[in-house]
């Protein structure tokens, strides 16, 4: 319905969804991409919707595309505690393009963020990121 592809909330929760699910079809993430591409069309500031887009892009195996997106979300929003995670999703990007050297540096500049963040809360999702990191590496 036109409500739903207007409304850049439901737009993105849809494509989280399918975005953290590690096997469904690929035209299940190829909806994902288009659910997160309008979202960020509508809210192109909204670092949360370009993590969210970088992330179904990644599962697309769009790597490229899913750096440029996680990029632009680091870009919005530096410092910010989503920071960590979206540096884990470029390492685990730059590892499928087999580019190894890089993969290691955003993988500890990763790491470095959640250090820095020691005093502060983190997000559920940090540890399950991270450890899929280090499962890319392996």
């Not at 969804?17 to 909204?46: F, N, W």
């Not at 870009?75 to 990007?93: H, I, Q, T």
Request: hydrophobic letters at 35%; charged letters at 25%; proline letters at 5%.
């Amino acid at each position: 319905s036109q409500l739903f592809i207007d409304s850049p909330n439901l737009l993105n929760a849809s494509a989280w969804t399918i975005a953290t699910q590690p096997k469904v079809s690929p035209g299940v993430y190829r909806m994902g991409v288009e659910y997160a591409q309008r979202a960020v069309q509508l809210v192109p500031d909204s670092s949360s919707y370009w993590n969210t887009l970088g992330v179904i892009l990644y599962r697309d195996r769009q790597w490229r595309e899913s750096i440029q997106a996680l990029e632009r979300a680091i870009e919005l929003r530096p410092d910010s505690p989503e920071e960590s995670y979206n540096r884990y999703f470029l390492a685990m990007n730059y590892w499928q393009l087999g580019e190894p050297q890089q993969a290691e540096a955003e993988f500890l500049r990763a790491d470095g963020c959640l250090q820095e963040r020691q005093d502060c809360e983190r997000e559920a999702g940090d540890s399950t990121c991270r450890q899929a990191a280090r499962d890319y590496r392996r």
